[in-house]
């Protein structure tokens, strides 16, 4: 997986090389007295990450994640793919560009997960409910018994 590539103009700037539109051109040649193109789009607004990717994805070899992308929890990236837009929730993707192939599970049941937050419980409860993780439908059934 490669993520943070960044990003050239590639409208109104006559050339794409860095050395005309950065600052801090990494060839150490630079004829822009300041950064006139962001060259990276990030997921914060601290400006830290280019690439935010949830708990529980799954990312196959070879993938592209541009800058600017969030990848929700429980997705999956199918091999090779070249993600240039944000991935919902369990959903799964792939091609060049990426392309929404289906859902993992049911509105409702994405809606569960989401607010069961299953990753961030801790060992203790990870090991009593591992059992139910084999279906949804399982772990749903368990959890409403619990709940009761």
């Not at 070899?61 to 600017?68: A, C, F, H, Q, R």
């Not at 999956?76 to 793919?81: E, K, N, Q």
């Not at 993600?83 to 192939?101: D, L, M, R, W």
């Amino acid at each position: 997986m490669r993520t943070g590539l960044g990003r050239h103009p590639t409208r109104d700037f006559v050339s794409v090389h860095p050395a005309f539109f950065s600052a801090s051109d990494p060839t150490q040649l630079t004829f822009a007295s300041k950064q006139l193109f962001d060259e990276h789009l990030y997921v914060d607004v601290e400006k830290k990450y280019f690439v935010e990717i949830g708990s529980d994805v799954w990312i196959g070899n070879n993938v592209i994640i541009m800058d600017g992308i969030t990848i929700g929890h429980g997705a999956i990236i199918a091999a090779g793919a070249v993600v240039t837009k944000s991935v919902a929730p369990y959903s799964v993707v792939g091609g060049v560009p990426a392309k929404f192939i289906k859902y993992r599970f049911s509105e409702e049941e994405i809606s569960f997960l989401l607010r069961l937050k299953w990753w961030e419980k801790g060992q203790n409860w990870l090991r009593v409910h591992a059992s139910s993780f084999v279906s949804i439908s399982e772990l749903r059934k368990v959890l409403d018994q619990v709940l009761k």
